[in-house]
């Protein structure tokens, strides 16, 4: 039987709740997830690549068929680089299907062998993303609801560090 290799992309700007309950789903469906972060030249993220590849290292440590890992350039080949067949995205809500929709058919496009699969998260989650928890966080509110601990410790060091 052939091995399902999923890859999950996102910048993860910090990773939340919501992500983490995708990534905790794919594991349970797949037999390998690398939940990877898209490197983007024209975004200027919160957090360096290097702390968002830490949180999620320890946001999903126990997770032990998912890998965490960093990519540029386009998705499908990357996918193609580490023998993925399967490519999962989140949709929260009917705003992000047209989007995600098209992206998928663009793949398909660029490589049959590798399908998207789309995942929604837990019903509690699907007003969330990383922008909405990074400005409410600006402002210094209570953002512990949305955040594992340690995500929501290296958000606070991160504000208070830029006052």
Known sequence: MKKLISIYPGTFDPVTNGHIDIIERAAGLFDSVIVTIALNKNK????????????????????KNVEIDCFSGLLVKYAES??????????????DFEYEFQMSLTNRKLNPGINTVFLMPNEKYTYLNSSLVRE????????????????????????????
Do not use: W
């Not at 200027?44 to 997770?63: A, C, G, H, W, Y």
């Not at 409410?136 to 006052?163: C, H, I, M, T």
């Open 82 to 95: 580490k023998n993925a067949n399967v490519i999962i995205r989140g949709l929260r809500a009917l705003s």
């Open 136 to 163: 409410l966080a600006s402002y210094n509110a209570n953002v512990k609801e949305f955040l594992p601990d340690y995500v929501l410790d290296k958000l606070k060091k991160k504000f208070s560090s830029d006052k």
């Open 44 to 63: 200027k993220p919160l957090f360096s690549e290097e702390e968002r590849k830490d949180m999620l290292i320890n946001v999903t440590s126990q997770l």
